[in-house]
């Protein structure tokens, strides 16, 4: 059964800081690896897709790689902004054997940019 | 094109009522997921449908949860004589088709509140 876990839980940051939020799986055998951000009372916002086959991508500040022998995947976020205040959650789909690919979450890294 | 929608977004109930939840996916998506966020948890799977049909159910709670996507209208996540565990929030994702490429579209939620 995959797992995912994210750490740390939480992350306080003063802005314009570089950071990077770590996510990592047990079943190296992924088709590709998603981050997203969800803002309090808020639904979810998919940042990157990263394909199996893929290494990397990157769109604006943000550049998520990916390590599949590892298990782990990182979200890097430059000169972080106020605006970048949020919860950052990582998930892979995974075939359920019963027809669907459901999405694994990680529990998420609460990010706090400071001003 | 607008995106996946939910409603309502934020959903009051007493403990033994009936919570009926809605999702319209994206246009010209006609597969479904139901997800669920407990407070402090991540979010998990609770089941997938194509129109008129359950594929998998394997994330569903085996009493008192019922899932349906007609052929005509949204799809509907129906939580049967509430309690107080079922306060969460519960987002639908859709996509265009069901392999492990294709991204999920996220609704904002329904934030559910049994009293």
């Known amino acids: 059964k995959q797992e995912v876990t994210q750490i740390p839980a939480a992350l306080s940051v003063p802005e314009g800081e570089n950071l990077v939020l770590n996510c990592s799986f047990t079943?190296?055998?992924?088709?590709?690896l998603q981050w997203f951000r969800q803002d309090p009372g808020k639904g979810l916002t998919s940042l990157l897709l990263?394909?199996?086959?893929?290494r990397e991508q990157t769109s604006g500040r943000l550049n998520a790689s990916l390590d599949k022998s590892s298990g782990r995947s990182t979200l890097y976020i430059a000169a972080s902004q106020p605006g970048d205040s949020a919860t950052y959650l990582c998930?892979?789909?995974?075939?359920?054997?019963?027809?669907?690919?459901?999405?694994?979450f990680g529990k998420g890294t609460k990010l706090s940019v400071i001003p | 094109n607008a995106g996946v929608m939910q409603n309502p977004r934020h959903l009051v109930r007493r403990r033994g009522q009936e919570a009926r939840l809605r999702c319209s996916p994206m246009?010209?998506?006609?597969?479904v997921y139901w997800y669920r966020q407990l407070p402090e948890e991540g979010l998990k799977f609770m089941v997938y449908?194509?129109?008129?049909?359950?594929?998998?159910e394997s994330g569903m709670p085996k009493e008192r949860f019922s899932a349906e996507f007609p052929k005509e209208g949204p799809s509907i996540l129906r939580i049967q004589q509430v309690v107080r565990g079922d306060s969460a929030a519960y987002f639908c994702?859709?996509?265009?088709?069901?392999?492990?490429?294709?991204?999920?579209?996220f609704g904002a939620g329904t934030r559910l509140s049994v009293l």
């Open positions: 994702a859709s996509s265009l088709e069901p392999e492990s490429k294709n991204i999920q579209y």
């Open positions: 079943d190296s055998a992924i088709y590709n």
């Open positions: 990263i394909q199996s086959s893929q």
């Open positions: 998930a892979v789909p995974a075939y359920s054997g019963a027809g669907s690919y459901q999405l694994t």
């Open positions: 246009k010209g998506h006609s597969h």
């Open positions: 449908l194509q129109k008129e049909n359950i594929i998998d």
